[in-house]
């Protein structure tokens, strides 16, 4: 049984740009186990509920679904899990000062992967818009 694996995936959440008023952009790299990025080579993967949290000088991207690999064994990864994003320390900290103002938070807006083959996650500092 061999599964298609994609060269080049873009899963999107497209509720962000409707539901939230994006101020800026990052691109960041992702921290995954083996079997999370044959998962995502295939294309099973929502980002739709989820969000982004600085924990400890970290962020992380929390509530992320990634399905379990078919063909993989005991070594599965768990599904949902927080999972540790790379920034510069500098977009960091200017993230986390950002974070402060009332209203602001960071959402993932994009996953794919990009032309080296790593998972990259454009994640962004966003605004909640009133819907009423």
Sequence with gaps: MKMKLEKTVTILNKRARFEYEILEEVEAGMVLSGTEIKSLRSSKASITESFCQVINGELFVINMMIDEYKLGTF????????????????????????LKDVGNTIIPLKLYINDKGKAKLLVALARGKKLY
């Excluded at 599965?76 to 950002?98: A, G, P």
């Design 75 to 98: 070594y599965n990864h768990k599904t949902k899990r927080d999972r540790k994003l790379l920034l510069h320390k500098k977009e960091l900290q200017k993230f986390e000062k950002k």
